[in-house]
């Protein structure tokens, strides 16, 4: 707190589009004072922290802070922190990215189930041959990840008329998605589609590999999870082999994507700029305001990460 006994909150953003952030986060004024990096004045008058992208050790400066608010889904990097305070961990919660992944994921999952890739390939050589997909309850689509985000890609794709399979590590219950958390293969078994939605953890490091691959056949691979989820080395044989036909990309385990990687000329694979969902400022500042209301009010904060589960 500082000299008056008011709460601070510092806004430790490190990219430069942070003045819409700071306007979401006005309405927060009422109950904290707002310093922004650098401006953070005595460390240990911080009580709560807005944090995104800043550097290894920076969080540990600040010794009474209370609670740590991140700006972004996943918090894989920021657990690795060993200078991490102890202090409650919270995710981003906002309805836009939950939207923003469905809308991304169902574009893609209806590009390969229409057949859009074999028309590309026809395209090039100036053949007119119309097609016959099947319907979208005889196309087996497997979400892995059902959480927040996961969950909301599934009920999209369910809405749809697909015949979903959602596989998570704690078994969920999701209208119109046959749910498991047992043998992976058991879920992928039969799947034309593979979505990747799950929170990066020890567990779930390189799921996505040779062995994975080996259950599929001609199967088409989303990855908007996190680019430590594949094992990049495997995708290519995997794509030669015909374990599968396909995959778009939206997460690397190196960000941007470097020049020379051999998945920016394969024709097979979809390379986004980890933009499957974005943030929105003015909906997911709200949700922070909302939490900062509770946190001083001394009340549950919501989206309190499991560092022993990592998300």
Not at 109 to 114: A, E, P, S, T
Request: hydrophobic content about 45%; aromatic content about 8%; glycine content about 10%.
């Amino acid at each position: 707190m500082n000299a008056q006994g008011r709460p601070v909150l510092l806004f430790a953003y490190f990219r430069p589009d942070a003045e819409a952030w700071l306007e979401a986060l006005q309405p927060a004024a009422e109950l904290v004072e707002i310093r922004r990096w650098p401006e953070a004045g005595d460390p240990g008058e911080v009580d709560y922290i807005v944090a995104w992208q800043h550097p290894p050790g920076f969080l540990g400066r600040f010794p009474a802070v209370k609670a740590i608010f991140w700006i972004g889904a996943g918090v894989d990097r920021l657990l690795l922190d060993p200078e991490l305070p102890e202090a409650p961990v919270v995710r981003m919660l906002d309805e836009s990215l939950s939207v923003g992944m469905a809308e991304y994921v169902a574009e893609r999952v209806l590009h390969y189930h229409r057949l859009m890739p074999i028309y590309g390939d026809q395209q090039q050589r100036r053949e007119w041959r119309p097609l016959q997909p099947p319907l979208a309850r005889d196309r087996k689509v497997a979400v892995l990840g059902l959480g927040e985000i996961g969950g909301a890609c599934a009920a999209a794709l369910a809405s749809l008329g697909f015949d979903v399979r959602g596989w998570s590590r704690s078994l969920r219950s999701l209208p119109g998605v046959q749910t498991a958390n047992g043998p992976l293969a058991e879920t992928l078994a039969g799947c034309e589609i593979v979505v990747c939605v799950l929170p990066l953890t020890p567990q779930t490091r390189g799921i996505l590999n040779a062995e994975t691959f080996a259950a599929l056949t001609g199967a088409y691979l989303i990855n908007v999870g996190r680019g430590g989820h594949l094992v990049e080395a495997d995708l290519i044989p995997a794509l030669d082999a015909g374990r599968l036909a396909g995959a778009t990309l939206d997460v690397f385990e190196t960000e941007p994507l470097p020049a020379e990687h051999p998945f920016w000329g394969d024709p097979r694979i979809v390379v986004t700029p980890h933009a499957a969902a974005v943030t929105h400022p003015s909906s997911a500042g709200a949700g922070i305001v909302a939490n900062l209301r509770r946190a001083v009010a001394g009340e549950p904060l919501v989206g309190v990460v499991d560092r022993t589960r990592g998300y």
